[in-house]
């Protein structure tokens, strides 16, 4: 079993910063795609970023230019710095990863998820 843990939400003003935290533990033979995607009351489930194992990383138009996501691969952990943050980021934020079990199976697993928000 593969369990993320979410860190770094919370209130802030608009054009402040937060950073995010994922760490991914248990079951895990190697972990290929991890991302964050967000959801706002009301609306389904969105991407926000995504980060391949070997770098390669995935941007919404929404949020290109203000968020960076990053990896620390050899510790399962993935990050988003999200800057110039504005009220419209606001939102519960899940981290997601495309795990590869120590069984070989292949899993996609989700955190409990972190509110972001953001006040003008």
């Known amino acids: 079993q593969v369990q993320l843990v979410e860190s770094g939400g919370g209130l802030v003003q608009a054009g402040g910063s937060l950073r995010l935290s994922c760490a991914a533990s248990g079951s895990i033979f190697r972990i290929n795609a991890m991302g964050w995607y967000r959801q706002a009351p009301g609306k389904e489930r969105e991407l926000v970023a995504e980060?391949?194992?070997?770098?390669?990383?995935t941007y919404s138009d929404s949020v290109k230019g203000r968020f960076t996501i990053s990896r620390d691969n050899a510790n399962n952990t993935v990050y988003l710095q999200m800057n110039s943050l504005k009220p419209e980021d606001t939102a519960v934020y899940y981290c997601?990863?495309?795990?590869?079990?120590?069984?070989?199976?292949?899993?996609?697993?989700w955190g409990q998820g972190t509110q972001v928000t953001v006040s003008s």
């Open positions: 997601n990863a495309n795990v590869l079990t120590l069984l070989r199976r292949v899993e996609r697993d």
């Open positions: 980060a391949e194992r070997a770098g390669t990383t």
